[in-house]
């Protein structure tokens, strides 16, 4: 009775064994590079969320593919990021992840890091003549699995990319142009910083400016902003407001010193690189006007 059961156990794993071998020769002949035993990471996307002074935010998108017939799951997992072996990026993730059997999990998380660090990193391999840059990755966790106990597991790609530098912007000043009952301009004049070898341009410019708690200025560009390789331009966007908005309290906080205000700008980079060429950038700086005005 038991050498029967032993048999039947063993014409069961043999033909689970075959099935996921079948499984597997079918998924490398669509794509060569399918895992085939252990589970395999490859990066999707990193989208620039938020540009800020002290820090850059980011979102990044990473597929893992698990070929194996059963799923698991972790609770957390650490995710690093390196520039030519200097690490950026490191976090640990406390939100449950989860692996289902013979699929591909897409994992989307925020990374953070200090604007000093990641844009004083390229600067600095820049000024070794470097035009491209190794960029990994990696994903670590631990996982109790049956018969064989707890093990560690870890994901690491490699990718290299062009050396890109984000542009920089800065708001110069905020003026008044012209005050009337029937036409009231406002110009916002901003500061465009390219560090790359090469010329960067910006397309589908979007500026909000919030001036006091919620009074909000908009303007967009339709043509594309160049910015010549090592060198900066200024530009003056033109803002108008309403009748009700100039008569009202908004001229009386844009013409006094200490007001709070938020600079955002949404924008679009435009790249003969196809690892650059459609990053989305976001940018915020916030201030007071006095500070603009001291900066005439």
């Not at 992840?97 to 591909?104: K, M």
């Not at 407001?241 to 100039?246: G, Q, R, S, T, Y």
Request: include cysteine.
């Amino acid at each position: 009775m038991i050498r029967k059961a032993v048999w039947v156990f063993m014409v069961l794993l043999i033909g689970i064994v075959l099935g996921h071998c079948v499984k597997r020769v079918q998924a490398r002949q669509a794509n060569p590079d399918a895992p085939f035993f252990m589970p395999s990471m490859e990066l999707a996307n990193i989208t620039l969320t938020k540009l800020t002074k002290e820090q850059v935010d980011m979102s990044m998108a990473v597929v893992l593919d698990n070929p194996l017939p059963i799923g698991f799951a972790v609770d957390s997992f650490t995710f690093a990021m390196a520039i030519d072996d200097r690490e950026v990026v490191r976090s640990t993730y406390p939100d449950p992840l989860e692996l289902t059997g013979y699929d591909r999990t897409v994992i989307t998380k925020p990374i953070s890091t200090k604007q000093e660090l990641l844009l004083g990193t390229l600067k600095e391999l820049d000024a070794q003549g470097r035009d491209s840059v190794t960029y990994a990755m990696d994903i670590e966790f631990t996982k109790e699995f049956p018969l064989i106990g707890e093990r560690p597991l870890s994901f690491h790609i490699e990718r290299d990319l062009p050396l890109f530098i984000l542009p920089e912007v800065e708001v110069l000043d905020l003026q008044v142009d012209k005050i009337g009952l029937n036409d009231t301009r406002l110009s916002l004049v901003l500061e465009l910083k390219n560090e790359n070898n090469g010329s960067v341009a910006v397309r589908d410019t979007k500026v909000t400016m919030r001036v006091g708690e919620d009074r909000v200025l908009k303007t967009e560009i339709d043509s594309a902003l160049c910015i010549p390789a090592m060198d900066k331009v200024n530009i003056t966007l033109p803002l108008k407001i309403d009748l009700a908005e100039a008569m009202g309290t908004m001229m009386k906080f844009l013409l006094k010193a200490g007001t709070s205000y938020r600079f955002e700008l949404d924008a679009t980079i435009v790249s003969d690189q196809a690892a650059t060429n459609g990053t989305l950038i976001h940018v915020e700086r916030d201030g007071v006007l006095k500070e603009l005005k001291e900066m005439r």
